[in-house]
């Protein structure tokens, strides 16, 4: 599977984004879930939310609670991903990620840039 991240870029203070990962390639039928990261500079990566497949069971972290949704989009293969009130401190490269199982590895896409200037 190969995925797509796009909808970074440079936004204001209090705005709001939406990112894209779409994936590709002959094992999509297969994706168990996907998922949201962020890592911004000199920290770690950090979980945002998850969802499966099929739309079920989307699970959003405490830490942006109310300010993230996470929705599938299946005319596109994707999962999209809508953050409002952006602060600065959300400024960070975003990830989305898929799981073919359970109990296997994340499977990561390339990063896109997100940077909320005050």
């Known amino acids: 599977v190969q995925l797509q991240a796009s909808g970074g870029g440079l936004v204001q203070d209090g705005a709001s984004l939406r990112l894209s990962c779409e994936a590709s390639?002959?094992?999509?039928?297969?994706?168990?879930?996907m998922a949201w990261f962020r890592q911004a500079p000199g920290k770690e990566h950090e979980f945002l939310a998850s969802?499966?497949?099929?739309?079920?069971?989307?699970n959003v972290a405490d830490s942006v609670k109310g300010r993230l949704t996470i929705s599938r989009d299946y005319a596109k293969n994707a999962v999209d991903m809508q953050m409002n009130s952006l602060k600065p401190e959300d400024t960070a490269v975003y990830y989305c990620?898929?799981?073919?199982?359970?109990?296997?590895?994340?499977?990561w896409g390339q990063g896109t840039l997100v940077t909320v200037s005050s």
């Open positions: 990620a898929t799981k073919m199982g359970t109990h296997t590895p994340w499977v």
């Open positions: 390639g002959r094992s999509v039928s297969g994706i168990y879930k």
């Open positions: 969802i499966a497949w099929d739309g079920r069971n989307p």
